[in-house]
């Protein structure tokens, strides 16, 4: 794992296609029990190579109910986005996740993985990639039905603030999705 994560750190496979340059972001220990994939690193993670070190990644510890310790602990949390680096910036927001990463490091990520016991497939282009024709006619419809994906999968909208409208017309996902994340999150977590 140490050699294929120190290889991932060092890919240059699409920088010419990367406005900022590539600085893959990712980490995972073989022991890891909760995976996390979600789009692509935005400017800030970019810059410090951290993933989810932005206001983003603080709504989603606190959906989780966990801290940083816990969340930056490889051994627990794996951390792999469909995207490694920076996509750069479209007319809405970042672009997509650049589509080589996923076939290119994926699978061998998940070679070394031995103890996941649950997938968080944040944003649509995670939930599409992995639950391909299972999804349902939009994102808030598959995160609504978020039962059935259980236990593999928990699918969730991207934490950013910029989703805090969808939020407010979505009251269901705060009272039922995020109790129920929490639950599940500290039960893996506390084994």
Excluded at 153 to 167: G, Q
Aim: charged fraction near 25%; hydrophobic fraction near 35%; include cysteine.
């Amino acid at each position: 794992m140490k050699e294929l994560l120190k290889e991932i750190k060092s890919c240059v496979h699409c920088a010419a296609h990367l406005p900022l340059g590539p600085n893959p972001v990712v980490s995972a220990s073989p022991n890891s029990k909760i995976m996390i994939i979600g789009q692509a690193p935005g400017t800030v993670v970019h810059k410090s190579g951290v993933p989810w070190d932005d206001k983003s990644g603080d709504n989603l510890r606190s959906w989780l109910g966990i801290d940083k310790e816990t969340f930056y602990n490889p051994e627990m949390i794996a951390i792999m986005p469909m995207g490694f680096c920076y996509p750069g910036k479209g007319k809405s927001g970042d672009l997509p996740p650049r589509k080589e990463c996923a076939p290119l490091w994926h699978d061998q990520i998940w070679s070394h993985l031995k103890d996941v016991q649950l997938t968080l497939l944040i944003g649509q282009y995670a939930q599409n990639a992995y639950l391909a024709d299972q999804t349902k006619k939009t994102l808030t419809e598959t995160v609504r039905n978020f039962k059935e994906y259980l236990p593999k999968y928990y699918v969730l909208p991207h934490p950013s603030p910029r989703n805090n409208i969808w939020r407010a017309k979505n009251e269901w996902f705060d009272k039922e999705v995020l109790p129920s994340l929490k639950v599940e999150v500290a039960g893996i977590l506390k084994g």
